[in-house]
């Protein structure tokens, strides 16, 4: 969640939100900022490879800036039936631009998000190089049978 820019928008529009970070002081202060705007943010701070999401509870999941491949199946299974994750992230691509990520694990190669979320209903996609080298997805869940 970092310092909760995107969580607060998602308050702000009256979702019951929730976020998590490793960090906690950005945690912290991002449900400070939210209650000052008379807002709620229910912050978590927690690795995730540690105590994991909790499962089929979310209607959605937004995933900014980051990129951490061992949580893909979390993030999949936190979100329920009929629910959509959104995910931005850097690809290798944003190398040329000299700024930004280095690490390959901290990169997405081409096409590997939306492969990620193959067995989703792709509501959105796209790779674009320039201002900044991103994939994003916008997918749901499939309803159970």
């Known amino acids: 969640m970092g310092r909760g820019r995107h969580a607060l928008l998602l308050a702000r529009q009256g979702f019951h939100t929730f976020g998590v970070d490793i960090n906690r002081d950005a945690v912290h202060e991002a449900m400070e900022?939210?209650?000052?705007a008379g807002?709620?943010?229910?912050?978590?701070?927690?690795?995730?490879?540690?105590a994991p999401l909790p499962v089929g509870v979310f209607d959605l999941v937004l995933v900014t800036r980051y990129?951490?491949?061992d949580l893909f199946?979390?993030?999949?299974a936190s979100i329920r039936p009929g629910g959509?994750?959104?995910?931005e992230t850097f690809t290798a691509a944003q190398l040329a631009h000299g700024v930004g990520p280095k690490s390959p694990d901290h990169l997405l190669q081409p096409?590997?998000?939306r492969s990620t979320f193959a067995d989703w209903e792709e509501v959105f996609y796209e790779?674009?190089?320039a201002p900044e080298a991103v994939a994003r997805f916008v997918g749901r869940?499939?309803?159970s049978a």
């Open 33 to 36: 900022t939210a209650a000052r």
């Open 39 to 50: 807002l709620t943010v229910h912050g978590w701070c927690a690795d995730l490879t540690i």
């Open 67 to 69: 990129l951490q491949r």
């Open 73 to 76: 199946d979390a993030i999949k």
């Open 84 to 87: 959509c994750v959104i995910y």
């Open 111 to 113: 096409g590997e998000l």
């Open 127 to 129: 790779e674009v190089d």
């Open 141 to 143: 869940r499939a309803f």
